[in-house]
């Protein structure tokens, strides 16, 4: 859950693909060209979950997967929003489209 916040938080304020104009290959395609974010990038996350056991399973688990990252980006967009009054639609969200 936290590994899908942080990439929640990644994909609104940091990843984006850029393509070459002229060949229109992904230029940013290695990790050293690709920017993500890093320890100090993110605050401390606390998850907590809440109800039982799945009783449907043996053991009681509960599967998550991605569950974390689903409308992160958007919940940032929204805050953004309701903090200075403008809809930033196309992420990520940069400083850019903030001045706008």
């Known amino acids: 859950m936290v ?15 850029a393509t070459d ?17 890093i320890n100090a990038d ?18 009681g688990a509960k599967g998550v997967g991605e569950i974390g990252l689903v409308g992160l980006a958007a919940a940032i967009g929204n805050a953004v929003f309701h903090a200075i009054g403008r809809r930033i639609r196309s992420l990520p969200i940069t400083i850019d489209q903030l001045m706008h």
């Open 3 to 17: 590994g899908g916040t942080v990439d929640g938080i990644s994909q609104a304020m940091f990843e984006e693909t």
């Open 21 to 37: 104009a002229g060949t229109g290959r992904i230029a940013n395609a290695t990790f050293g060209d690709y920017l993500m974010p």
């Open 42 to 59: 993110v605050p401390d996350i606390q998850v907590r979950f809440v109800g039982g056991p799945d009783p449907a399973t043996p053991v």
